[in-house]
């Protein structure tokens, strides 16, 4: 196999085609059956994947290739139980897209699977041996049948497992916050007198630097220095 190769990739693109060059000998160039999105607390993974892409996903800016969006917390056990996708839309928390009825979507979901992307939030919030048969199966791309499926986590022991499985066949991390990022996000929650005092507080201090990096700790800071700068 060839060594891992990291690139940026555009939300709207994790289940693009792999690069050629990424593959090993022989293997197919398919799309991303699942994708494993990981990345340290506060940098924003929950809020990309189940609110950003799914309200693009909506108004029809990306991931045009899907009907319907299922979200689950794997925090909850009712979610880690299900049983199949039915008792996920039963849950709170779906989204669903072009398909109203609970039968016409079971349906459509067993005609139409490819139609379908899963989201299963916070595998670090629980371990896969909580899970039942369908979760753990689904995850470990048994049950997939053509679905699509994003995980999320924090790094913990059984990301590691699941990067080795052959349908994660990428794997995304979320890196927060580059010093441009900050920036813009600093002049655009903070009057211009203020946002430049941080700034420069920022360009002095490698350690206040290094934890605006993390987009909450980003928001945090800001709301406080709003008050003490009063």
Not at 83 to 99: P, W
Not at 123 to 145: F, P, Q, R, V, W
Request: glycine share 6%; hydrophobic share 40%.
């Amino acid at each position: 196999a060839k060594a891992e190769q990291l690139e940026e990739i555009e939300l709207a693109k994790i289940f693009c085609k792999l690069p050629s060059s990424t593959l090993a000998a022989g293997e197919s160039a398919s799309q991303t059956a699942a994708v494993l999105a990981v990345a340290s607390a506060g940098c924003g993974k929950t809020f990309v994947f189940t609110k950003v892409g799914p309200m693009k996903w909506a108004s029809g800016d990306m991931w045009s290739d899907f009907d319907i969006v299922v979200y689950g917390e794997l925090r909850h056990p009712e979610v880690r139980k299900a049983t199949g996708i039915s008792e996920l839309l039963d849950l709170k928390g779906h989204n669903i897209l072009n398909v109203t009825d609970q039968e016409t979507i079971c349906e459509f979901v067993a005609d139409h699977p490819e139609r379908v992307l899963v989201v299963l939030d916070g595998l670090d919030e629980t371990s896969l041996s909580d899970c039942g048969k369908y979760m753990y199966d689904l995850i470990h791309g048994e049950k997939l049948a053509g679905i699509r499926l994003v995980v999320t986590s924090r790094p913990c022991a059984d990301v590691f497992t699941l990067s080795e499985k052959k349908h994660f066949r990428r794997r995304v991390e979320l890196v927060g916050f580059r010093s441009p990022d900050v920036t813009r996000y600093v002049k655009k929650v903070l009057r211009p007198e203020k946002a430049e005092a941080l700034l420069r507080e920022i360009s002095d201090d490698e350690h206040l630097a290094s934890m605006m990096a993390t987009p909450i700790m980003a928001k945090e800071t800001c709301k406080i220095f709003h008050h003490t700068q009063e």
